[in-house]
């Protein structure tokens, strides 16, 4: 598992989207075992107006920062919610991340990798956001991790049911999805979105 900033959904997540994406790694294998702040970090989605003042009035935030507040309550030791409300190309948006308080720098990089993120002019996603979104998406009963009948180097990565035409229903780590298998998974409006270019 590794940090990273990731976005894992495209849109606004409502209400259910959101509390389901708190928690994305619910079934993961050993759940209570080792430290899950390498899961987390770095997990940011958009939400709308109402999501975000719900969350800020269900207790009192552990910090105010200008247009940020962060959770009282940690989803690990030291990763917590943060809720950032930047103006991006005229428009105030509202965002969810989680951040790894124990690192000073981690909320202002996230700050600044979402908006220079959703500052593009033209929708668009990466191969990594289209498996984050196809994971965040999917049914419990139709995503998992790949168990002691996988290949060792396999055990524990993520995996999504696929049908196929001829072999019926079977499980596919979800880094390994084809591009078609990706688009077949994604909902129509995302599937022929053009990969971000680079600055």
């Given at each position: 598992?590794?940090?990273?900033?990731?976005?894992?959904?495209?849109?606004?997540?409502?209400?259910?989207?959101?509390?389901?994406?708190?928690?994305?790694?619910?079934?993961?294998?050993?759940?209570?075992?080792?430290?899950?702040?390498?899961?987390?970090?770095?997990?940011?989605?958009?939400?709308?107006?109402?999501?975000?003042?719900?969350?800020?009035?269900?207790?009192?935030?552990?910090?105010?920062?200008?247009s940020m507040?962060?959770?009282r309550e940690?989803?690990?030791?030291?990763?917590?919610?943060?809720?950032?409300?930047?103006?991006?190309?005229?428009?105030?948006?509202?965002?969810?991340?989680?951040?790894?308080?124990?690192?000073?720098?981690?909320?202002?990089?996230?700050?600044?990798?979402?908006?220079?993120?959703?500052?593009?002019?033209?929708?668009?996603?990466?191969?990594?956001?289209?498996?984050?979104?196809?994971?965040?998406?999917?049914?419990?009963?139709?995503?998992?991790?790949?168990?002691?009948?996988?290949?060792?180097?396999?055990?524990?990565?993520?995996?999504?049911?696929?049908?196929?035409?001829?072999?019926?229903?079977?499980?596919?780590?979800?880094?390994?999805?084809?591009?078609?298998?990706?688009?077949?998974?994604?909902?129509?409006?995302?599937?022929?979105?053009?990969?971000?270019?680079?600055?």
């Amino acid at each position: 598992m590794t940090s990273s900033i990731r976005k894992v959904f495209q849109g606004v997540a409502t209400r259910p989207q959101m509390f389901r994406l708190f928690d994305r790694h619910v079934q993961r294998p050993n759940r209570w075992d080792g430290d899950a702040t390498p899961l987390y970090a770095g997990e940011w989605f958009e939400i709308a107006e109402a999501e975000h003042d719900y969350m800020f009035e269900i207790l009192p935030p552990l910090w105010i920062r200008g247009s940020m507040f962060a959770m009282r309550e940690f989803l690990t030791s030291s990763v917590t919610s943060v809720f950032f409300v930047p103006r991006i190309d005229d428009a105030i948006r509202y965002f969810h991340a989680y951040c790894d308080l124990s690192d000073k720098t981690s909320v202002e990089i996230m700050r600044v990798a979402i908006i220079d993120r959703e500052s593009c002019h033209i929708r668009a996603m990466t191969r990594d956001e289209r498996l984050e979104h196809i994971w965040s998406t999917t049914a419990d009963d139709y995503r998992g991790y790949a168990g002691a009948r996988w290949p060792a180097a396999a055990r524990g990565k993520r995996t999504v049911l696929l049908y196929g035409r001829k072999e019926g229903s079977f499980l596919k780590l979800l880094e390994d999805l084809t591009n078609d298998e990706i688009a077949a998974k994604l909902p129509v409006q995302l599937r022929h979105l053009p990969s971000p270019i680079a600055a």
